[in-house]
């Protein structure tokens, strides 16, 4: 399965394959004291850096290994 990503340098959307793809969570503490976590893959395509922000249930249901 391939996950489209936009590649900014590029100006144009690519398919990265899943098994190139890492799943991150980002965790961070908020003002008021609540947490918020929010889920992204992360791949790399021709020296570009690339980062996709997703639901919990798609990142739950992704077989892309957790960095």
């Known amino acids: 399965m391939a996950v489209e990503f ?3 340098k590029k100006r144009e959307k ?3 394959e899943e098994s190139d ?5 980002y965790e961070r503490t908020l003002k008021n ?3 918020q ?8 395509d021709a020296g570009t ?4 922000f997703c639901s919990e249930a798609d ?3 992704s077989k ?3 960095a």
């Open 6 to 8: 936009y590649n900014v």
């Open 21 to 25: 793809i890492t799943k991150v969570k």
């Open 49 to 52: 850096k690339l980062t996709k």
């Open 59 to 61: 990142w739950k249901a």
């Open 37 to 44: 976590t929010r889920y992204a893959f992360k791949a790399e």
């Open 33 to 35: 004291g609540s947490s």
């Open 64 to 66: 892309a290994k957790e």
């Open 14 to 16: 690519v398919q990265i």
